[in-house]
T-cell receptor
Framework: GNSVTQMEGPVTLSEEAFLTINCTYT??????LFWYVQYPGEGLQLLLK???ADDKGSNKGFEATYRKETTSFHLEKGSVQVSDSAVYFC??????????WGAGTKLIIKP | DAGVIQSPRHEVTEMGQEVTLRCKPI?????LFWYRQTMMRGLELLIY????????DSGMPEDRFSAKMPNASFSTLKIQPSEPRDSAVYFC?????????????FGPGTRLTVT
């Protein structure tokens, strides 16, 4: 079946550091891929998406590229801020119109 | 624009009591999802509706859980009787088929504590 694997957290970085959060997937076909973010005490919100191979999703300085050959969708940001501290979820859209979620990666940014 | 509205935000109840969680989706959205989030199990889809009809309830843990969507602007998730292991944050989310089922808008959640 379809599945999503994320790197375990927490990931702790200093402000202005480069961020990578790894995400790989297993799926039949070519599903759409998503990153959602959950700030403390809030619900999840869509951060970015990619719907086909080689697509790059981007938002708020974050980027992720849909890599079919490595079945990956790693999240990157060139310079993180304290306000980026949150839990990040990678997800894929399966054929049953459901999102298959990764376990989430907690990101802590220190000033 | 109002987002997804959930009530109550916090609920503390004793084991055996009935709990009802409420959700108002974004106006115009025709899909609604109920999720449960715990540290141990992460984010789990409990049930989702499309055009007020339950499509997949395979994630509902057991018969103690039930969900309804009587109209396009209101849904409830009921737990009867509640147990301590039901303690979790329950999220409601909505989406529109025009924009895509996967672009879901989440409410702020209801934190349920069963003692």
């Amino acid at each position: 079946g379809n599945s999503v694997t994320q790197m375990e957290g927490p990931v702790t970085l200093s402000e202005e550091a480069f961020l990578t959060i790894n995400c790989t997937y297993t799926a039949t076909g070519y599903p759409s891929l998503f990153w959602y973010v959950q700030y403390p005490g809030e619900g999840l919100q869509l951060l970015l998406k990619a719907t086909k191979a080689d697509d790059k999703g981007s938002n708020k300085g974050f980027e992720a590229t849909y890599r079919k050959e490595t079945t990956s969708f790693h999240l990157e940001k060139g310079s993180v801020q304290v306000s980026d501290s949150a839990v990040y979820f990678c997800a894929l859209g399966d054929s049953n119109y459901q999102l298959i979620w990764g376990a989430g990666t907690k990101l802590i940014i220190k000033p | 624009d109002a987002g997804v509205i959930q009530s109550p935000r916090h609920e503390v109840t004793e084991m055996g009591q009935e709990v009802t969680l409420r959700c108002k989706p974004i106006s115009g959205h025709n899909s609604l999802f109920w999720y449960r989030q715990t540290m141990m199990r992460g984010l789990e889809l409990l049930i989702y509706f499309n055009n007020n009809v339950p499509i997949d309830d395979s994630g509902m843990p057991e018969d103690r859980f039930s969900a309804k969507m009587p109209n396009a602007s209101f849904s409830t998730l009921k737990i009867q009787p509640s147990e301590p292991r039901d303690s979790a944050v329950y999220f409601c989310a909505s989406s529109t088929s025009r924009q895509g089922f996967y672009e879901q808008y989440f409410g702020p959640g209801t934190r349920l504590t069963v003692t």
